[in-house]
């Protein structure tokens, strides 16, 4: 029998920061936040090192590493911030250890140039 186990948020809104079923960890898209979780924004570079980061750190609370996770999404603000962004990206998510991902243009919450979600591969 599968479980389904989540990880709340210490954000102040209606959503699990992850949430772990049949060995998969979902989690939420996570934006750019200063260490007071105010909204960081500035260089892209800046703002994908935070989340990437923020990610790890999600990814370690359950156990996982950023080397288990299989599929990104990114939405920028800006698809003229992708070679920056990318830069950034291929610095944490290096062969062999590429996962799937799209990337896609799109207004995010609070101003800020990107919002990153993975999903990760971990079985128990």
Do not use: C
């Amino acid at each position: 029998m599968s479980t389904i186990q989540r990880i709340p948020s210490d954000l102040p809104f209606p959503f699990s920061k992850a949430v772990e079923a049949g060995g998969f960890l979902f989690l939420s898209g996570q934006i750019p936040l200063d260490p007071d979780g105010k909204p960081l924004r500035g260089p892209i570079a800046d703002q994908a090192r935070n989340v990437l980061e923020r990610i790890a750190a999600t990814l370690a609370q359950a156990g996982a590493t950023l080397e288990d996770v299989v599929r990104v999404t990114v939405w920028l603000s800006d698809l003229a911030l992708f070679g920056e962004f990318n830069a950034v990206y291929g610095e944490v998510f290096k062969a062999p250890h590429l996962p799937a991902r799209s990337t896609v243009r799109a207004q995010l919450a609070f101003d800020v140039d990107v919002e990153i979600e993975v999903t990760a591969y971990r079985p128990r």
